[in-house]
C-alpha cells in the first residue's frame, strides 16, 4: 500500500520515496495487519493523529452523559431509571478506558483535559443539541449510539493495539445502548397519538446531527486519507454514513415514523439509499462553539473540574505522604 501513497493538501502522506527506511518499515507493518503496541516506534504524526482521535472521542463519552444526565430524574418510571443511570455511567467508563489508551501514547489525562477545556480538542458535534423531552433520549439511544456503534465496531480492528481492545467492550455496551433507545421509541410510537408526535419530532432534530457524526464527506475531510493509510480508521466517512442510513431507514419504517428527507429513495443500481447532505455549515458552525448547547455543555465539564479540584489535590497529597512514608521505612 504504501508504494501507492500520494500527498494530500493537507500534506499528511508521504510517498515511498519520501518514507525513512524506518517508516517503510511501519507500513509494511500496518499493511500485513500488525498491531502497533505503546513501546514500538511509530511515526510522530501516527502517534498524533491517534491521541487526536482517541482524545476527542474519550471527550465525547465524557461529554455525552450530559444530554442524558439531565433526565435521570425524570425518567418516566423506575425501570427507565435504572436502565438510564447504567447507560450513563457505562459512558463514564468508555471515557475512562479511552483515556487510558491515549496515555499509552505519551500524553496525560490532565493533557487532555486541559485541551478540551481551553476548545483545543473538540467533542461529537451531536452533544451540542438539546434533550427537550423523554423521546429526545429514545432517539439518542437509537439514532446517535446507532452511529457510534457503525463508526465504532470497525476501530476493534484498527492498528493501535489498546485502542483495538478498548473498542471490544466498548461496542458490547453500546449494543445495549441502542437497543434501550429503540425501546423508548417503539413504545412511544405504538402509545397515544401524542406520544407517536413526539417519537416522530424528536427523530426530525436529531436525524441530521446524527449524519453529521460521520464527519465531513469524504472530498472534504482532511485527516481521511492518512488515517486509512495507517488503519487508524477502516472506513470513510461517506461509507459508513451510508451503511447508517440503509440501517435505520427500515427500523423507522418498522416504527411507522418517517425520515425528514424528502429526497430519501432505494437506489437499485447501487443497492443503497439515496438521501440529502446534511447542512455542512452547521456542522462547522457547531464545531467552531456556535451550536446551541455548546457554551452550556463545556462550562458543565469546566465546573465538575473546578469543582473536584480539592478531591484530587487531596489523592495526590495522600499518595506523596504514602510515598514518602515508604522511602522512610
Not at 455548546?294 to 504514602?322: C, P, S, Y
Request: proline residues 4%.
Amino acid at each position: 500500500m504504501y508504494a501507492q501513497m500520494i500527498k494530500t493538501d493537507s500534506d499528511h502522506m508521504k510517498g515511498a520515496a519520501e518514507m525513512s527506511a524506518q517508516e517503510r518499515a511501519f507500513q509494511e507493518r500496518i499493511d500485513r495487519g500488525e498491531k502497533i503496541e505503546p513501546k514500538e516506534w511509530m511515526p510522530e504524526a501516527y502517534r498524533n493523529t491517534l491521541i487526536r482521535q482517541i482524545g476527542q472521542h474519550a471527550h465525547s463519552e465524557i461529554v455525552g452523559q450530559l444530554p442524558e444526565g439531565n433526565w435521570i430524574t425524570r425518567a418516566p418510571t423506575l425501570e427507565r431509571k435504572a436502565i438510564l443511570l447504567a447507560k450513563v455511567q457505562d459512558e463514564a467508563g468508555h471515557g475512562l478506558y479511552l483515556y487510558c489508551a491515549a496515555e499509552t501514547l505519551g500524553v496525560s489525562r490532565d493533557e487532555l483535559l486541559e485541551r478540551l477545556h481551553s476548545g483545543k480538542m473538540k467533542y461529537s458535534s451531536i452533544f451540542n443539541y438539546p434533550t427537550l423531552n423523554w423521546a429526545d433520549i429514545g432517539a439518542i439511544g437509537w439514532l446517535v449510539d446507532g452511529a457510534a456503534i457503525m463508526n465504532q465496531v470497525p476501530l476493534q480492528r484498527t492498528s493501535y493495539g489498546p485502542y483495538s481492545r478498548a473498542m471490544i467492550r466498548i461496542c458490547k455496551e453500546e449494543s445495549f445502548h441502542q437497543r434501550q433507545g429503540y425501546d423508548i421509541m417503539t413504545k412511544m410510537a405504538q402509545g397515544t397519538p401524542a406520544q407517536k408526535a413526539m417519537a416522530q419530532d424528536a427523530l426530525n432534530r436529531f436525524w441530521y446531527p446524527s449524519l453529521m457524526m460521520f464527519g465531513p464527506s469524504d472530498k472534504d475531510s482532511v485527516h481521511s486519507a492518512q488515517s486509512m493509510a495507517w488503519k487508524i480508521k477502516i472506513n470513510t466517512n461517506d461509507e459508513l454514513r451510508q451503511k447508517f442510513v440503509d440501517q435505520t431507514v427500515p427500523q423507522a419504517k418498522y416504527l411507522g415514523l418517517t425520515i425528514p428527507d424528502d429526497k430519501l429513495s432505494w437506489n437499485e443500481a447501487k443497492g443503497g439509499h439515496d438521501f440529502s447532505e446534511p447542512d455542512w455549515a452547521e456542522f462547522f458552525e457547531v464545531l467552531a462553539g456556535n451550536g446551541p448547547c455548546n457554551k452550556e455543555r463545556l462550562g458543565a465539564r469546566v465546573k465538575a473540574w473546578d469543582d473536584g479540584a480539592w478531591f484530587r489535590d487531596g489523592l495526590t497529597a495522600h499518595a506523596q505522604k504514602k510515598q514518602a512514608r515508604k522511602a522512610v521505612a
